[in-house]
């Protein structure tokens, strides 16, 4: 998470010109900063956290500004972009159900609706076999949290309502998701006892070196939780912030606990769906399908749409009408990620991200080994990596150096999101799933540089 602003004072930089990069002014640009301090004096300070740099236009897995500078994006926005920037079949798409001038339709039918619902229900597993569309992240994830505490009711009346997540993890910020998320603060903020909201360790044998399934149950007991009164576990497919994908002997382990209690099992796929990790979905890692699936970011070559995916049993437990939203499947947004889901099975992209996988691990190993002990932790699947910057010898966070490592790297030409994770640690490298290999190394060459001086 992002808890610093980036300062608005223009710095002299290395002129850049390659192929993929251009960096030609001062960064932040100065003629960019009456865009930057009009959001920073209209909007909440929230807002705030990203590098100043006013995006314009995009194509592949390049980024510029309205001012002569390039990137390579190693953020995909925030991992949203995976088919590359203005994909030209994703615009095509859109472009054809703006001509046809639908713009809105709510839920009354429409064919592209359908057809989605479809495209997705046919990608996924047995038993999951119904689809419901939103438009964030958060709401996918709320939507799940709900579905399983109404059949926690309908099972075991007011006692089966506790949600158990994982420590660290991230569902978004809407209540119900943010009261799942894993840092203390967040939930502070909403404040109150939450006693129906209770994390345990996440198993990325880093901070928590023990990835046996006995901590989830260790901890449980610990808090005093009986497994009976726990309507539904959530976890992410891979953790955000550390990138490392929940062990499949551990998710086996939960699979079966779920089982047993009549738990929901709900994997947040989030990021991980659609290809990121090298598979379609995240969960193909571990041997274990989930109960409901949510989905966001990458299902929808940019367009705000996400999904619900669950087994007939869970998403038919509302009646007509009782779980609907404005904006589901929006058909432009619809007709977008009917693109953009052609376009990864079609042009492979998993598979593609699967083999480049090594070369952005590769890297990022190589990076720790070079950091003198700043990077804890270089951990990844497909195309995301994490880079734990942390004290040297220890697994405490240290923010001010991933803070300055995305500074650099923006200011030599590569674009990467403000620092997540436990304390602003964690540098994320997630470029589109379609990067070209030579640009992916050319991206990574130039992180590694900034790691190497910076940690000197
Ligand atoms: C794993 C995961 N779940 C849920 C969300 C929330 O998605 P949104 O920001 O679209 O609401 C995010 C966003 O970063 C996420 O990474």
Redesign the pocket.
């Known amino acids: 998470m992002a808890t610093r602003e980036f300062p608005l004072i223009p710095q002299d930089v290395e002129r850049v010109e390659t192929r993929y990069r251009r960096i030609v002014t001062p960064i932040p640009v100065p003629e960019s900063i009456p865009t930057l301090q009009e959001l920073r004096q209209t909007e909440p300070r929230s807002m705030g956290g990203q590098p100043p740099v006013v995006w314009d236009n995009g194509q592949g897995s390049l980024i510029r500004d309205p001012y002569g500078n390039q990137w390579i994006d190693f953020s995909s926005g925030?991992?949203v972009t995976s088919v590359g920037h203005a994909h030209p079949r994703v615009i095509s798409a859109m472009r054809d159900i703006l001509t046809k001038h639908l713009y809105h339709a709510y839920c009354f039918p429409t064919d592209v609706r359908a057809r989605l619902t479809a495209r997705i229900s046919s990608l996924l597993p047995s038993p999951l076999s119904r689809v419901f569309l939103l438009t964030?992240?958060?709401?996918a994830?709320e939507c799940a949290i709900k579905l399983a505490k109404t059949r926690g009711q309908r099972l075991g009346g007011a006692e089966k309502q506790v949600i158990v997540s994982f420590e660290n993890g991230?569902?978004?910020?809407t209540m119900g998701?943010q009261l799942a998320g894993g840092s203390p603060a967040l939930k502070a903020w909403i404040g109150g006892d939450h006693p129906d909201f209770v994390q345990v360790p996440f198993p990325d044998g880093f901070r928590c070196p023990d990835t046996s399934f006995s901590v989830f149950e260790e901890s449980l007991k610990a808090q005093g939780v009986n497994p009976k009164s726990v309507a539904g576990v959530i976890g992410?497919t891979y953790q955000?912030c550390n990138a490392k994908v929940m062990p499949a002997h551990y998710a086996q382990g939960l699979r079966r606990w779920c089982d047993e209690n009549q738990a929901v099992l709900i994997l947040?796929e989030?990021?991980a769906g659609f290809g990121r990790t090298g598979r379609m979905f995240g969960f193909e890692h571990m041997g274990v399908v989930p109960d409901v699936a949510?989905f966001?970011?990458g299902i929808s070559g940019g367009m705000p749409l996400?999904a619900v995916a669950g087994t007939d049993e869970i998403m038919e437990l509302y009646g007509p009408g009782e779980m609907t939203s404005t904006h589901s499947a929006n058909p432009v947004c619809a007709a977008a990620a009917l693109a953009n889901i052609d376009v990864i099975v079609e042009e492979r992209l998993g598979e593609h991200a699967a083999a480049l996988a090594s070369v952005l691990l590769g890297s990022g190993q190589e990076m720790m080994q070079a950091s003198n002990g700043h990077i804890g932790r270089a951990d990844g699947e497909g195309l995301v990596m994490a880079l734990q910057f942390v004290t040297p010898g220890t697994t405490q966070p240290d923010p001010d150096i991933a803070f300055d490592v995305v500074q650099k790297c923006v200011q030599a030409g590569v674009m990467l999101f403000a620092p997540v994770g436990v304390g602003g640690g964690a540098v994320k490298i997630n470029p589109p799933l379609n990067i070209p290999e030579d640009v992916l190394r050319e991206g990574l060459s130039v992180v590694g540089d900034v790691v190497a001086q910076r940690c000197a």
Do not use: A, I
């Open positions: 925030v991992l964030t992240g958060s709401e994830c991230f569902h978004g910020r998701s992410e955000g947040d989030v990021q949510c966001g970011k996400s």
